[in-house]
């Protein structure tokens, strides 16, 4: 059985409710909660012996200011809201240096130098040759709604992150567990 983790920021509960009510014009079932990219895959093992590490940065890192922004993409085919906060880069260094996955993860993942902080709305998918996700004329009408039914893109406190897992039999990552950031001043 394959277990797969991912670390997300969660954006304030009335942003997430708005975000899915989007998503949902296009797709019927969500694969996560709406959320921001921390941490991808690469090195987290099913042994779980790195979620100490991130208790350990996170004990360590001082909750902090994240701004969501207008719409871009990666390529042509996946669809995201932007992020603005040189904290996140920060804290996404400090885990990724804790966890110290291999090279080939962090270049996978695109980890490190190569990271973007992003939330993402929708992306194309191809199975084969079965398109399973949204179509590029489906992207570009949910990037210009999202201008207007996603604004304004609100600032919000970081004050904890999210460990999602891999819940194989719904084919969905759930959350595992939420890990505050510090309280010290």
């Known amino acids: 059985m394959k277990v797969e983790y991912f670390i997300g920021i969660v954006p304030p509960e009335e942003y997430i409710n708005r975000i899915k009510q989007f998503q949902r014009k296009w797709m019927n079932k969500l694969g996560v909660e709406p959320h921001i990219t921390l941490k991808a895959q690469g090195g987290l093992t099913p042994d779980k012996k790195w979620i100490d590490k991130v208790q ?11 701004s ?35 090279e080939y993860l962090i270049k996978k993942y695109f980890e490190l130098n190569a990271f973007v902080p992003h939330l993402t709305l929708g992306k194309e998918y191809f199975d084969g040759s079965i398109s399973t996700g949204l179509s590029k004329k489906e992207l570009k009408e949910m990037e210009q709604l999202a201008n207007i039914e996603l ?8 004050k904890f992150i999210r460990i999602y897992e891999l819940n194989i039999e719904e084919q969905r990552y759930e959350k595992y567990l939420d890990v505050p950031l510090s309280k010290g001043s």
Do not use: A, M, W
């Open 151 to 158: 604004t304004p893109y609100p600032n919000f406190e970081v």
């Open 68 to 102: 969501i922004n207008k719409p871009k993409y990666f390529g042509d085919n996946i669809l995201y809201l932007s992020i603005n906060s040189s904290n996140l880069h920060d804290l996404h260094q400090k885990i990724v240096q804790e966890i110290s996955p291999s």
């Open 56 to 66: 350990r940065v996170c004990d360590n890192f001082k909750p902090f200011q994240v």
